[in-house]
T-cell receptor
Framework: GDSVTQMEGPVTLSEEAFLTINCTYT??????LFWYVQYPGEGLQLLLK?????DKGSNKGFEATYRKETTSFHLEKGSVQVSDSAVYFC?????????????FGKGITLSVRP | GAGVSQSPSNKVTEKGKDVELRCDPI?????LYWYRQSLGQGLEFLIY????????KSGLPSDRFSAERTGGSVSTLTIQRTQQEDSAVYLC??????????????FGPGTRLTVL
């Protein structure tokens, strides 16, 4: 079945550091890929997505490129801020029958210190 | 417009009791999903509704769990004879059609269930 693997956490960075969070996936077809973020005390919200190979999703300075050859969707940001401290989830959606459910990675906690 | 809403935000119950969790999706969204977020299992799919079609119940962990969606809008997740391992945050999401993997799912704030 489908699966998503994220790098182990937690991750602690200083403000303005470069961020990479690795994500790889296994799927039988052509999934869409997502990064969701959960800020402290808040619900899950979409950060960015890519729906086909070589697409780049971007939002709030974050970017991720859908790499079919390496089955990866790594999240990057050039300069993190304290306000980026949150839990980040990589996910895929692949239509199975009539269901386009999300399959999530385990999530990684990012802490950014001033 | 209004996002996905869920109630209650917190629920504490005793082992063996039944609980009902409610989800109000975004107006006009035909697809509705329930997920569970727990420390041990991460985020897991539970059940999916799309329009008037029969729901996909493949993620429900046991027959103590059931859900319905009335009038294609509000959904209720019911857990009967709750157990301590049911303690988790229950998340509801909706999307415009649910028939495409490219659809974005929008999540509610969740209901935190604690079974004593």
């Amino acid at each position: 079945g489908d699966s998503v693997t994220q790098m182990e956490g937690p991750v602690t960075l200083s403000e303005e550091a470069f961020l990479t969070i690795n994500c790889t996936y296994t799927a039988t077809g052509y999934p869409s890929l997502f990064w969701y973020v959960q800020y402290p005390g808040e619900g899950l919200q979409l950060l960015l997505k890519a729906t086909k190979a070589d697409d780049k999703g971007s939002n709030k300075g974050f970017e991720a490129t859908y790499r079919k050859e390496t089955t990866s969707f790594h999240l990057e940001k050039g300069s993190v801020q304290v306000s980026d401290s949150a839990v980040y989830f990589c996910a895929l959606s692949e239509r199975t029958g009539a269901n386009s459910k999300l399959t999530f990675g385990k999530g990684i906690t990012l802490s950014v210190r001033p | 417009g209004a996002g996905v809403s869920q109630s209650p935000s917190n629920k504490v119950t005793e082992k063996g009791k039944d609980v009902e969790l409610r989800c109000d999706p975004i107006s006009g969204h035909t697809a509705l999903y329930w997920y569970r977020q727990s420390l041990g299992q991460g985020l897991e799919f539970l059940i999916y509704f799309q329009g008037n079609s029969a729901p996909d119940k493949s993620g429900l962990p046991s027959d103590r769990f059931s859900a319905e969606r009335t009038g294609g809008s509000v959904s209720t997740l019911t857990i009967q004879r709750t157990q301590q391992e049911d303690s988790a945050v229950y998340l509801c999401a909706s999307s415009l059609t649910g028939t495409s993997s490219t659809d974005t799912q929008y999540f509610g704030p969740g209901t935190r269930l604690t079974v004593l």
